[in-house]
């Protein structure tokens, strides 16, 4: 019975939340205000060119996108890395092609990267091995840049939701090894740790039993590890959790971050963001940590706040990442 139990709820919770993440729209609005057509581009020649599905690995997967801004004459560029959402599980580098778009027109190479899903044929698969794949493709993704005439000298990386997270694992876990130095991070919520009290959203935070198994079931499906539920809270769970809590990486020397989170969150734990600001404080870390008062996962009710946001992008971009020096 208790393994009946146990596995009861781990199919309950991980089904639910690869549900609602699929699910999710992230940094989506159900309207477009006026502001928003500074931050959209009529696409040609004269904005730039791309260059879709270079490979960086063998699996199937391991492609990413190039958008290259028109202005060949400089002699270094800045890179922005966007990853792509969907719940570890779907979503593409194409869903952020405005994204992409807008940045190569201010004049950044901007990359868009897959990597291979949770799914039936990838049962695998997990955040962590995603967040390898992200670390192989970097140092290709500047090679490329460079051989097509974009010299590469320093980076920043963003992404919404499930990119989020793997653009803050990448920024703060594996920053210190890139190529080229990581100077800012932004991004929308995107999970940062995973301790179980703080997954009310799903339930994880019941101190019973059942839940700290099912708990320690969905944490090591993520991790791709087992993990043992009477570890949950104590020094050896951090260690074994730590490869994908970008939360357990920032130190003093954590890059400039820009983090925006929904209050009403259903599908990844705004109580985890709060412990990330936190963390951000206590180390000094500059950063803006914007809370969306109204709004859940697509931050879709808080249109002035999104609005400070995009700007908030700008300002992060031109004093951190400047394409004039």
């Known amino acids: 019975k208790k393994h009946n139990g146990r596995l009861k709820w781990f199919m309950i919770y991980t089904f639910a939340f690869i549900l609602a993440f699929?699910?999710?729209?992230?940094v989506k609005m159900t309207y477009t205000p006026s502001w928003s057509k500074n931050y959209m581009v009529q696409w040609s020649e004269k904005v730039g060119t791309i260059h879709k599905d270079i490979a960086y690995g063998t699996e199937e997967s391991n492609k990413f996108d190039l958008y290259l801004p028109s202005n060949t004459t400089k002699n270094s560029y800045g890179l922005v890395v966007y990853l792509h959402a969907g719940g570890f599980a779907t979503g593409d580098k194409k869903d952020d092609k405005e994204m992409l778009q807008w940045l190569a027109s201010k004049g950044y190479v901007a990359a868009g990267i897959n990597y291979t899903l949770r799914n039936e044929n990838n049962p695998k698969a997990s955040v962590y091995t995603q967040s390898l794949e992200i670390k192989k493709s970097i140092p290709k993704v500047i090679e490329i840049a460079k051989e097509l005439g974009y010299n590469i000298d320093k980076m920043a990386l963003s992404?919404?939701?499930?990119?989020?997270?793997?653009?803050?694992?990448y920024a703060y876990r594996d920053g210190k090894e890139a190529p080229v130095p990581v100077t800012m991070l932004f991004g929308a919520v995107g999970p940062s740790s995973f301790y179980n009290e703080d997954w009310s959203n799903y339930g994880l935070n019941k101190d019973d039993e059942e839940t700290r198994k099912a708990a320690a079931d969905l944490f090591g499906v993520m991790a791709g590890k087992t993990i043992e539920p009477e570890i949950l809270g104590t020094?050896?769970?951090d260690e074994e959790i730590k490869?994908?809590?970008?939360l357990l990486w920032i130190d003093e020397n954590t890059v400039p971050s820009l983090l925006a989170y929904g209050k009403f969150d259903k599908v990844q734990p705004f109580e985890a963001s709060k412990r990330l600001n936190k963390r951000l404080e206590n180390y000094n870390v500059p950063h803006?940590?914007?809370v969306f008062e109204h709004s859940g996962h697509g931050l879709q009710n808080d249109s002035k706040m999104m609005k400070l946001y995009y700007e908030k992008i700008e300002d992060y971009l031109e004093k951190y990442l400047p394409t004039e020096e």
């Open 159 to 169: 992404g919404g939701s499930a990119g989020h997270t793997l653009a803050m694992i």
């Open 235 to 237: 020094n050896k769970y």
């Open 243 to 246: 490869d994908i809590s970008a």
């Open 288 to 290: 803006d940590y914007l």
């Open 22 to 26: 699929v699910g999710s729209v992230v």
